[in-house]
């Protein structure tokens, strides 16, 4: 299958994200222009981490109105899958294709480090090959990952099963302890609506090498390729 990553000016995640798709999946990948308006064929769209922009308004907020993103949109809109990391979740949000915001982080403090995620909803396409209750080791590294939203979103969100990663500890316990950040409710990743459009604030394509000290990412790659048939 065909992934696309999107390059906006301060993107520095993508290569990171086509060395996994081509070299460790051995998936087609091709990079995407921001100033772009053709998605090229591709059957998953990735928005890597950087600084759109660098940050200059807020994380995402320029970015938002690169030409790309009407064409994200409209994939998005069909049912077309899309995968948000870091900034790229920043920009899910102000695209509004995810609900909430990313704000500093509690402590005021840029956090590069290892973190657990508990795996909470295994029916989506972005985690259908994790086990249930799976805690996965993988690192963030962000100043405005600081999960926020007001509490009906929040109550939306937890019936609906769209909170995907919380922050916890080893064991999967959602700890204010194992909150790198201060995001609400220690949410760590989310869906839309539909359940094809997925935010994540830590990095998975950093953690699909066990050199690397995880290769726990790799379920949410490979999890994207079974759901679309493409068994690993």
């Known amino acids: 299958m065909k992934f696309g990553i999107v390059v906006f000016p301060g993107t520095w995640s993508d290569g990171d994200c086509f060395y996994v798709v081509r070299e460790i999946l051995g998936q087609d990948a091709v990079y995407i222009w921001h100033k772009e308006r053709d998605l090229r064929g591709a059957q998953c769209i990735i ?5 759109s922009y660098g940050d200059y308004l807020r994380p995402g907020a320029i970015a938002r109105f690169s030409p790309v993103m009407g064409e994200v949109v409209r994939f998005a809109e069909a049912g077309g899958l899309v995968i948000g990391i870091c900034n790229g979740f920043q920009i899910l949000c102000e695209a509004g294709l995810l609900p909430g915001a990313l704000i500093r982080n509690s402590h005021l403090q840029y956090r590069c480090q290892w973190t657990h995620l508990k795996v909470e909803n295994t029916s989506l396409p972005f985690t259908c090959a994790c086990e249930e209750k799976r805690v996965l080791g993988i690192p963030i590294s962000h100043y405005e990952g600081n999960y926020f939203a007001d509490p009906e979103t929040l109550r939306v969100l937890e019936e609906e099963k769209r909170v995907v990663f919380r922050y916890a500890t080893p064991e999967g316990e959602a ?3 194992a909150n790198p950040n201060g995001s609400v409710n220690n949410i760590a990743g989310i869906v839309n609506e539909r359940g094809n ?8 394509e950093r953690a699909c090498e066990d050199i690397l000290g995880s290769s726990d990412g790799l379920l949410i790659f490979r999890s994207v390729l079974k759901w679309l048939g493409e068994i690993m």
């Open 47 to 51: 928005l890597p981490g950087g600084f």
């Open 175 to 177: 700890t204010p302890e």
């Open 197 to 204: 459009v997925l935010g994540m604030m830590p990095h998975p």
